[in-house]
C-alpha cells in the first residue's frame, strides 16, 4: 500500500476521525488526568511518593514475583507447547482445548479459588497443613497464582513456531551425528527462541499489573509482600491519591517500556520468519 | 482535502455519539433501582447489623409511612469509604469507625459544622470494644494486651493504614502499653507487635476471614461485633477474650446533606437516624453484639457487657490531630513499625 | 490448533527401537526411516515429558477447577440454583455484568473494524502512534485504569468539574464501569482484525471500488463476509475479557450491593460475608461462561477451519 491509497479505497477519512476520537475519549483523556494530577504537584513530592521505600519495596516485589512466575512460565510452556505439537497422546486435544483457559477465566476467580484451596479447610492446604508445609499468604502462592495466569502466554506463543519449524535442519543435525539434546540446544531452541522471549515478556508484563488475583493470595503486608497495583489501591484507600498516582506513573511507564521491548521483539520475528 | 477533513470530523461525531449514547444506554439498562432509594455507605464490619435494621424497617409498617424507600448498603474500609463518598458516591447516609475520617467529609463540605449535635451520643448510637479472639483452650494463654508480646504468638489484624478498626486497635494496645511501662517502651512494643502480623489484609472482615476460614495466626484483634460473629460461627473452635482496657469506640452516622439534598431525602434521612434510637433498633443492636446507646437496652443485656476500662482520645494525644500526626502520617509510628517488621 | 504435523504416526513413534541408540528410531514407512524418526525422543523420554506436562496441567488448572465445582455444588444442585436465583443482589450482579459486557464490546467492535481498516488499508504518518495507543491497554495494569478514572471524574479536572455541574452520575455508576472495562478490552479486537485484513489484502476491495461500489457496499458486501469469522473470533475473547474484568471495576464501583456489583465483584462479597458456597457456586458459573467461550472458540477453529495468526496469538487473551 503507498500513500495513494487514501484516495482508492473509501473510508479514510472517516476511520481516521472514529479512531482518533475514540482513542483520545478512552485512552488520552484517562491517561492525561493521571498525568495531569501527577505534574499538578511539587515535583519534589512527586518524587518523593513515587519513590518512597514503601512504593519502592512494592515495584520490587511487583517484579520480583511477576519475574519469577515467568521463568517457570517459559519452562512449563515450552514443556506444554512441545508435547502438544510433538507427540500424539491420551487426552491431547483436551489439553490443548482447555490451554486457553486462564484467558477466559476471570482472575479473580482464580485468586479466590487458589486461596480457598491452599487454605487450612482446601484439599491441598489441609493435606500440604498435615505435613507440616503451610502456604497461605505465602510469596509461593502468589507465584502459582501468577503461573495460572501466565503459562498460556508462552504455550500459545512458542506453540505455532514449534509447528512450522523447518525439519529438514533436525534432521540434517541428526545425520551429522548430534544426539538428540544436541539438536534440541543447538538447532531448536535457537529458532524458538525469538518466541520464547516474547511469551516470557508478555506473562512477565501479566504479572507485573496482575491485580485481580494478587489481592486474594498475597499477604499485601505493607513493604514485604505489597506489589504495585496493590500499593496503588491502598493508597487510594488511605485517600493519599498524589501517592497512588505517582506510583500508578511509575507503573505506567515501567508497561510501557515492556510494551515497546515486546513489539521490538515481535517486530523482529516477523522480520526473521 | 476539505472533503478529507469533512469526513474526518464525520467519524468524530459518529465516534461521540456512539460512546456518549452507549454511556447514556448503560445508566438506564443497569438493575432496576427504585425511585426512591437510599444508600448507606459504611464501614467494612457493619454488613450483618445495617442488613437486620433495615429488614426490620421492611417489615414493619415503618417502611409504609416512609414511601418504601429502597435501602441499599456499600461497604468497604473507613477510609475508603470517606473518600467515595467525597468522590461523589450518592450515599444519603454515611457511618465511619475512624473520626478523622469524618474531616475528610467535613472539607469537602458534605457535613455540616454543627451535625454532631443534632442527635445524642455524638451521633453514634452504639459503642463497642476492642476484644482478641484465640483458638479453642486459648493453648497460648492470651488475657490481656500484653500477652500479644509473647514470643511464638503470630497475631492478625487488619492493615492499620487502611483499618480504622486497626488504627484504634494500636491505640488502644499502645496506651495500655504506655500505662505500664512508658511511652518509649511503648513504642518498642507497638514495633514488635507488629512484627508478629504474618498478613495486613485491608480490612477487618477480609481479616477475620483469614484467621477464622484460612486458619492463619493464633490471636486476632478485632472488635466485639465481629468477635461474636465470628466465634458464633466457627462453632466452638474459637474463644473471646476481653482485655481489661479498650479504646471506647463510638462510630457516628450522619448524613450526606448536600446528596440527601439532591436526592430529595432529606427528610427520610432524618427520621432513619431517628429511628435507629428507638428501642427495637436498639434491641437489634444488642442481638449483633454492638453495645446499645440505649441504658435501658443496655441492661437488659448485661451479661453479654461487662465493663471495660475505657481509652479515649483525650488520654493518648490530647486530640485526634495529634494522634494522626503521631501515630498515623508518613513517618509516624505506625509507618515506622511496619517498616521495622519488614526487615524480618 | 488445527494441524499438528508431525504427529500423525503416533504408534510409529513409541516403537520401541533395537538397532541404534534411544536417540534414532528406525520404523517410519515413508522416508528413509533414521530420518524421519530423528525428529523425536525415545519412548521413555516422551513419556516423562508428557507425564510432566500433565502434571503441570493437572496441578496448575485441573485441581483448583475441580475443586471449585465440587465446592459450588457440595450442597446439591438445588442448593446451587437457589444461591444464584435466590439471592436478588446476586441476580442484579449477574443482569449488571450481561448489561456491561455487551456494550463494551459492541463499541469496541465498532472501533475494531475502524481502525484495522485504517491501519490495514492506509500507510500515513501517525500510524505508528495510533498503533502504540492500541496497544497500550494491554500494559497498563487495570488497577491503574481504574485510578485514572478516579482521578478523571473525582472533581480537580474540568470533565470531573462538569459531570458535577450537570449532575451526570458517572463514578460509582454504571457509566465509569462500562468506561473502564472498555479501556481494558479496547485491543483485543482490532489485534484480531489486523492480521486477517492484512492477508486478505486489498484487491477484492479495490476491485469492487473500480466496478463502482460505495464505501457501504464494498465494505457490507466484501470485507465484512472475509474477515466475518475473525471479527466473530475477537468478539468472543473480548467478551470474555469483558465479563471477568475486576480490577478497573472494582475502583471505579463504589462496590453498592446489588447495583453496582458484577459478577467477580459479588464473588469477592460473598466470600466475605461466609455465604459459602454460594460464593463458588457463583464462581463456577464464571467458569462456566468461560468453557462455554472455549467452546465456542473450538468450533471456530476446527469447524470452520480458523486458523489462527501466530504471533498475535499470545497477546490476544491479556
Not at chain 2, 471495660?308 to 494522626?324: C, L, Q, S, Y
Request: overall charge neutral; some cysteine; proline content about 6%.
Amino acid at each position: 500500500m503507498n500513500r495513494l491509497a487514501p484516495k482508492v479505497l473509501p473510508g479514510f477519512g472517516l476511520t481516521l476521525g472514529f479512531t482518533l476520537a475514540y482513542l483520545g475519549f478512552l485512552v488520552v483523556l484517562p491517561l492525561g488526568a493521571l498525568l495531569f494530577q501527577a505534574l499538578s504537584n511539587n515535583p519534589m513530592d512527586f518524587f518523593q511518593s513515587a519513590f518512597h521505600p514503601r512504593a519502592l519495596s512494592a515495584y520490587w516485589n511487583s517484579v520480583s514475583m511477576a519475574f519469577t512466575a515467568a521463568i517457570f512460565n517459559t519452562f512449563i510452556g515450552l514443556l506444554i507447547a512441545w508435547v502438544l505439537v510433538r507427540y500424539k497422546f491420551f487426552g491431547r486435544r483436551f489439553m490443548d482445548a482447555l490451554i486457553d483457559l486462564p484467558f477466559a477465566l476471570p482472575t479473580s476467580v482464580a485468586g479466590f479459588v487458589y486461596s480457598t484451596l491452599y487454605s487450612e479447610r482446601g484439599w491441598l492446604g489441609e493435606f500440604l497443613g498435615q505435613n507440616g508445609i503451610y502456604l497461605t499468604h505465602t510469596w509461593f502462592l502468589t507465584v502459582l497464582v501468577l503461573l495460572f495466569t501466565g503459562f498460556p502466554f508462552v504455550v500459545r506463543t512458542v506453540q505455532p513456531v514449534l509447528e512450522e519449524l523447518d525439519g529438514d535442519l533436525e534432521e540434517a543435525s541428526a545425520i551429522l551425528g548430534a544426539s538428540r539434546l544436541q539438536t534440541f540446544s543447538n538447532v531448536i531452541l535457537p529458532s524458538i527462541l525469538p518466541a520464547l522471549i516474547t511469551g516470557f515478556s508478555l506473562a512477565f508484563a501479566r504479572g507485573l499489573g496482575e491485580y485481580g488475583s494478587i489481592v486474594f493470595v498475597s499477604s499485601n503486608l505493607p513493604y514485604r509482600s505489597e506489589t504495585g497495583p496493590v500499593l496503588i489501591v491502598s493508597r487510594l484507600e488511605e485517600n493519599a491519591i498524589n501517592d497512588a498516582s505517582a506510583a500508578a506513573i511509575v507503573m505506567l511507564l515501567a508497561s510501557f517500556g515492556m510494551l515497546l521491548l515486546i513489539n521490538t521483539l515481535q517486530k523482529r520475528r516477523q522480520a526473521n520468519g | 482535502m476539505t472533503e478529507y477533513l469533512f469526513s474526518v470530523c464525520k467519524g468524530i461525531l459518529a465516534c461521540l455519539a456512539l460512546v456518549c449514547g452507549a454511556l447514556a444506554l448503560s445508566l438506564v439498562a443497569s438493575p432496576k433501582r427504585g425511585s426512591l432509594e437510599l444508600l448507606h455507605a459504611s464501614f467494612d464490619t457493619s454488613r450483618e447489623i445495617l442488613a437486620a435494621w433495615h429488614h426490620e424497617i421492611n417489615e414493619s409498617l415503618v417502611s409504609n409511612a416512609w414511601g418504601n424507600p429502597n435501602f441499599r448498603i456499600s461497604n468497604a474500609g473507613s477510609a475508603a469509604q470517606a473518600r467515595a463518598v467525597r468522590d461523589g458516591l450518592p450515599a444519603d447516609i454515611a457511618s465511619l469507625n475512624f473520626e478523622p475520617d469524618w474531616q475528610i467529609l467535613a472539607k469537602a463540605g458534605l457535613v455540616h459544622s454543627d451535625w454532631r449535635s443534632k442527635l445524642p451520643g455524638g451521633m453514634a448510637p452504639w459503642h463497642s470494644s476492642l476484644v482478641l479472639v484465640v483458638r479453642k483452650g486459648n493453648p497460648h494463654e492470651i488475657h490481656d494486651w500484653e500477652d500479644l508480646l509473647k514470643k511464638p504468638v503470630k497475631v492478625i489484624m487488619p492493615n492499620p493504614k487502611t483499618s480504622g478498626v486497626a488504627r484504634l486497635a494500636v491505640l488502644s494496645f499502645w496506651e495500655t502499653r504506655r500505662r505500664a511501662v512508658g511511652p518509649e517502651k511503648a513504642d518498642g512494643d507497638l514495633i514488635s507487635l507488629c512484627k508478629k502480623v504474618p498478613v495486613f489484609d485491608p480490612s477487618m472482615r477480609t481479616c477475620t476471614t483469614t484467621f477464622a476460614q484460612k486458619g492463619i495466626g493464633d490471636v486476632q484483634i478485632t472488635w466485639e461485633p465481629e468477635a461474636w460473629l465470628e466465634v458464633e460461627e466457627s462453632g466452638g473452635k474459637l474463644e473471646l477474650i476481653r482485655p481489661k482496657t479498650s479504646f471506647r469506640i463510638e462510630p457516628a452516622i450522619g448524613m450526606v446533606e448536600p446528596v440527601a439534598k439532591s436526592k430529595g431525602t432529606t427528610l427520610l434521612v432524618q427520621k432513619y437516624l431517628e429511628w435507629i434510637y428507638n428501642p427495637v433498633a436498639q434491641e437489634i443492636l444488642a442481638k449483633y453484639h454492638f453495645r446499645p446507646l440505649d441504658k435501658n437496652v443496655e441492661k437488659l443485656h448485661q451479661d453479654q457487657f461487662p465493663p471495660v476500662d475505657w481509652i479515649t482520645i483525650e488520654d493518648i494525644a490530647g486530640d485526634w490531630e495529634k494522634a494522626v500526626e503521631i501515630f498515623f502520617k508518613d513517618g509516624g509510628l505506625v509507618d515506622r513499625a511496619l517498616k521495622e517488621a519488614a526487615k524480618r | 490448533m488445527a494441524n499438528h504435523p508431525f504427529n500423525d504416526s503416533p504408534d510409529k513413534a513409541t516403537a520401541p527401537d533395537p538397532t541404534q541408540n534411544n536417540m534414532v528410531g528406525l520404523t517410519d514407512s515413508v522416508g528413509p526411516p533414521s530420518l524421519m524418526n530423528c525428529r523425536t525422543e525415545s519412548p521413555l523420554i516422551q513419556n516423562l515429558l508428557v507425564g510432566l506436562a500433565w502434571f503441570f496441567f493437572i496441578g496448575i488448572l485441573g485441581i483448583p477447577i475441580l475443586y471449585l465445582f465440587t465446592q459450588a455444588f457440595s450442597g446439591g444442585f438445588i442448593a446451587f440454583f437457589q444461591s444464584i436465583f435466590g439471592d436478588k443482589d446476586t441476580m442484579n450482579s449477574i443482569l449488571l455484568t450481561l448489561t456491561i459486557a455487551p456494550i463494551a464490546v459492541m463499541l469496541n467492535t465498532v472501533f475494531g473494524l475502524n481502525a484495522a481498516w485504517l491501519l490495514t488499508r492506509y500507510r500515513f504518518p501517525g500510524r505508528t502512534l495510533i498503533l502504540t495507543l492500541i496497544d497500550l491497554p494491554f500494559a497498563v495494569s487495570p488497577v491503574v485504569t481504574g485510578l485514572c478514572l478516579v482521578i478523571l471524574a473525582g472533581g480537580r479536572t474540568w470533565v470531573g468539574f462538569w459531570l458535577d455541574r450537570l449532575g451526570i452520575p458517572f463514578l460509582n455508576n454504571t457509566p465509569s464501569m462500562v468506561m473502564g472495562t472498555m479501556f481494558v478490552t479496547l485491543p483485543i479486537i482490532v489485534r484480531e482484525l489486523i492480521p486477517v485484513l492484512e492477508e486478505i489484502g486489498p484487491e477484492q476491495e479495490l476491485a469492487a471500488t473500480s466496478l463502482g461500489a460505495n464505501g457501504r457496499q464494498m465494505f457490507f458486501k466484501i470485507t465484512l463476509p472475509n474477515i466475518g469469522i475473525g471479527l466473530l473470533y475477537g468478539v468472543l475473547l473480548c467478551n470474555a475479557r469483558a465479563i471477568g474484568e475486576f480490577a478497573s471495576v472494582a475502583v471505579v464501583s463504589g462496590r453498592i450491593s446489588g447495583a453496582t456489583e458484577t459478577m467477580p465483584l459479588r464473588v469477592e462479597r460473598l466470600f466475605q460475608e461466609y455465604k459459602s458456597p454460594a460464593d463458588f457456586a457463583l464462581a463456577s458459573l464464571l467458569a462456566l461462561m468461560a468453557f462455554g467461550t472455549l467452546l465456542a472458540k473450538g468450533l471456530i477453529e476446527n469447524r470452520l477451519n480458523y486458523r489462527h495468526h501466530s504471533g498475535k496469538k499470545g497477546k490476544v487473551g491479556q
